[in-house]
Structure formats: C-alpha cells, structure tokens
C-alpha cells in the first residue's frame, strides 16, 4: 500500500509539473527546468567533472602524454582540436624537436568554457581546471586575459624567465606580459599570443589571449617549442 501512495504521489508530482512546463515557451521551459533544477545539475556536472579526471588519469597510464595543452574559452565550436594537434605533432618532426612514439601522444583541450555570469557552469569548470592542474595533467594554458589575470594572481604560471632561453626572451621582448602573483611580484608569466599566426590562422581566439606555462610542469622543452610554433609563420 506504502509503495502504491508513493507511486501515485511520483505520477502527481510528474503530471503537475509538466502541467506548468505545457503552458509556457520552449525558451521559457528550458530557463525553468534550468532554474528549478539547477542544485541537481550543478552537482552532475562536477560529478562528471571529477570523472573526466579520472579518465585523464587512468589513459594517462596507458599513454605517454607528452604535453598538455588547455586552450580556455577559445572559439570551441570552430576549432578542431584534432588538427591543431595533427599541426603541432608535424611541426616536431619536421624541427628535429621530437617523433613521436607508438605510446606517446599530444593532448590539446578546449573544452573547458568560464563565464562569470554562468556561475553554476563557471564553478564546475574552474573545479575541474582546479583538478588536472593539481593533478598535473595541465603543462601550458592559453586564456583570455581576464581568467588569466586571475590564475596568475594565484601564482599558478611560471616565470618565463625560468622556461625561456636569452634568444627567445629578447625576441619575444614585446610579447611578455608582466602580471603579479599571491606575493605581490610582478613577474613575466605570459605571452600575448593574440596576433600569434598559428592562433590567426585557426581562429582560435577572437579577442586577446595569453599564454602561459603551469608551474609544476615537467615538459619544459615541448613547452617552449608549443610556443615556438604558435609564433612560427
């Protein structure tokens, strides 16, 4: 009997709602559901968030992954991550830099989208950010410079003096960006990247964006050379 009252009180629920959902727009159904909803979908994107790691992780131990790559917030619909890796991939065999192996690969991600006004979705993403760069699943992120602003503030980046050689920093010289970190420092964490011809050729960004080397990186030489090939005509 029990069973039976909660199966009814689940089909008066379901009918109810959707009662409310008949009477309204398409556009208005979807910010409804997504309002009224939103705790439990908040929650399912981090679930899969957390997930998305462990996968990382667990490939992570079948395949050598030489490099990391997160292009945040770029043009996602338009870019083929895929190509740009295919790019990249040629660009270090035709330079002599490194061939790869049968079980080492690339990895270029530009899935991961920040909005301030999307704080639900925003939180989600910066979790997952949060989780493969302490995972140190992460070796070079691009951003806009408002995001990059922020994770720099949180002494996230490295001081390119550290990654780049006298040649590079001297023609780069008007590329680097000096941003400050937890201590106050201003130090050279970034390059401009915006007009970079690789990143105009793909249309990865529309707007301005830096790039930048996470601090506990352990691939310093296909950093530098990611760089070297954005830059390259």
């Not at 008007?174 to 970034?190: F, K, M, T």
Request: negative net charge; glycine residues 4%.
């Amino acid at each position: 009997m029990d069973d039976r009252k909660l199966k009814d009180r689940v089909r008066d629920k379901i009918r109810e709602e959707w009662g409310k959902l008949r009477l309204l727009s398409w556009k208005a159904r979807l910010a409804y559901v997504w309002d009224y909803y939103k705790p439990l979908m908040v929650g399912i994107i981090a679930v899969i968030a957390v997930i998305n790691v462990g996968i990382t992780v667990f490939h992570n131990m079948q395949i050598d992954t030489l490099l990391y790559v997160y292009m945040v917030n770029c043009n996602a619909y338009y870019v083929d991550a895929q190509t740009l890796t295919d790019d990249y991939t040629e660009y270090l065999a035709e330079t002599g830099t490194k061939e790869l192996g049968e079980k080492e690969e690339i990895e270029i991600d530009t899935s991961i989208l920040l909005d301030e006004d999307d704080y639900s979705t925003n939180y989600a993403y910066q979790m997952k950010f949060t989780a493969v760069i302490s995972a140190k699943l992460c070796d070079l992120a691009l951003m806009d410079v408002e995001y990059f602003t922020e994770y720099a503030g949180w002494s996230y980046f490295l001081d390119l003096r550290e990654l780049l050689t006298d040649e590079q920093l001297e023609k780069w010289a008007d590329r680097i960006v000096y941003l400050e970190n937890e201590e106050g420092e201003s130090i050279p964490c970034a390059l401009d990247l915006t007009d970079a011809p690789k990143i105009e050729e793909y249309a990865v960004y529309s707007d301005t964006v830096y790039g930048g080397v996470v601090v506990n990186s352990e691939n310093m030489e296909l950093c530098s050379s990611f760089f070297e090939w954005l830059l390259s005509e």
